[in-house]
């Protein structure tokens, strides 16, 4: 019997070692703060498609782009309310009308965009800080 109590505590020990191990790992290989970090530039990235969507139907309605961000706000009409501002530091993205129908908008982003490999960003590749994306009304949207 005192030989299966000590394999127990064995056991035991072992299994606890192996959870603290696994549970060590995990956090060293993916931080909370890096999780932060991904979870923010994902809200960018979305508020930025939002934007784009707002943008578009403005156009579609009045043919013409907005004077500025602060127009789709009085839009009553859109499906869904753009929020074009940063997550985390809550100012307005850049927007800059480059044309009759073409326009940019700028974020600043936490890091590179080489870890998103979902299909749904692939259109928003981007650099860590201020990054800008052109846009046409005139074309289909991505």
């Known amino acids: ?22 549970i060590s790992t995990s956090i060293w290989l993916n931080p909370p703060s890096e999780n932060r970090v991904r979870a923010l530039d994902r809200e960018r990235l979305d508020g930025l498609k939002l ?13 013409a782009l907005p004077a500025d961000l602060k127009a789709l706000d009085s839009e009553t ?8 501002h940063d997550p985390e530091t809550h100012q307005p993205l850049e ?11 700028c ?10 490999n979902s ?7 981007h650099s860590a800080g201020r990054d800008c ?4 009304v005139s074309l289909p949207k991505k």
Not at 77 to 84: G, H, K
């Open 1 to 22: 019997m005192n030989v299966q109590a000590n394999s127990g505590k064995i056991l035991s020990i072992l299994a606890a070692f192996v959870a603290v191990a696994a």
């Open 51 to 63: 934007t784009q969507y707002a943008i578009g139907k403005y156009f579609d309605i009045h043919h």
């Open 77 to 84: 009409n859109q499906p869904i309310q753009a929020d074009w």
């Open 95 to 105: 927007y800059e009308i480059k044309g009759e129908q073409s326009y940019r908008l």
């Open 107 to 116: 974020a600043n982003f936490a890091r590179n965009s080489d870890w998103q």
């Open 119 to 125: 299909q749904e960003y692939s259109f928003k590749k």
């Open 133 to 136: 994306f052109e846009y046409d």
